[in-house]
T-cell receptor
Framework: AQSVSQHNHHVILSEAASLELGCNYS??????LFWYVQYPGQHLQLLLK??????LVKGIKGFEAEFIKSKFSFNLRKPSVQWSDTAEYFC?????????????FGSGTRLSIRP | DVKVTQSSRYLVKRTGEKVFLECVQD?????MFWYRQDPGLGLRLIYF???????EKGDIPEGYSVSREKKERFSLILESASTNQTSMYLC?????????????FGPGTRLTVL
């Protein structure tokens, strides 16, 4: 079955530390990839997306993600985290030619930043 | 900005009650979704609609139904609420697009069934 794995369930970092959150998927073929973020008490919102082109994608608030097709991965990175990055992060994947309902979300990674 | 609103932020119901969760979007999006969000399980799709009066089952439709009589409104119905339906319910909308476009989410309704 197609799936999305986020292996880190809870990550705790100090401010200014570098961040990398893992995301692996099991879809074959062409994919669209997303990272969503949910800040405490707020809506889930899009952080960045990859549809095609440059596999290194820049998102909001200094986040970036790299699509590595050979590894079926779309890891999220930020060079220096801030306390305001405390949130839950969800990776999501869909195959290019499927309907919108076939977006599969990972189980989420909770990020806690120590001031 | 796309705005997706949900009728309640918090709801407490009793086992066996019929529950209606309402969702409205203001960007004329064709697609609308209902998910439930549970710790450690991420978002799981309950139902999806790609047009008025059209609906498709998602991954966990059992115990739920939906209604889409107008393009901007998508309702989730729990015919007879049970305690295992205690969860956070998220509504989302998106424009059409191959492979799925960005989804815009509402604030969520935290439902507790006693």
């Amino acid at each position: 079955a197609q799936s999305v794995s986020q292996h880190n369930h809870h990550v705790i970092l100090s401010e200014a530390a570098s961040l990398e959150l893992g995301c692996n998927y099991s879809y074959g073929g062409t994919v669209n990839l997303f990272w969503y973020v949910q800040y405490p008490g707020q809506h889930l919102q899009l952080l960045l997306k990859y549809f095609s082109g440059d596999p290194l994608v820049k998102g909001i608030k200094g986040f970036e993600a790299e699509f590595i097709k050979s590894k079926f991965s779309f890891n999220l990175r930020k060079p220096s985290v801030q306390w305001s990055d405390t949130a839950e992060y969800f990776c999501a994947v869909t195959t290019r030619y499927s309907s919108a309902s076939k977006i599969i979300f990972g189980s989420g990674t909770r990020l806690s930043i120590r001031p | 900005d796309v705005k997706v609103t949900q009728s309640s932020r918090y709801l407490v119901k009793r086992t066996g009650e019929k529950v209606f969760l309402e969702c409205v979007q203001d960007m004329d999006h064709e697609n609308m979704f209902w998910y439930r969000q549970d710790p450690g399980l991420g978002l799981r799709l309950i139902y999806f609609s790609y047009d008025v009066k059209m609906k498709e089952k998602g991954d966990i439709p059992e115990g739920y139904s939906v209604s889409r009589e107008k393009k901007e409104r998508f309702s989730l119905i729990l015919e007879s609420a049970s305690t295992n339906q205690t969860s956070m319910y998220l509504c989302a909308s998106s424009p059409p697009g191959q492979g799925g476009n960005e989804q815009f989410f509402g604030p969520g309704t935290r439902l507790t069934v006693l």
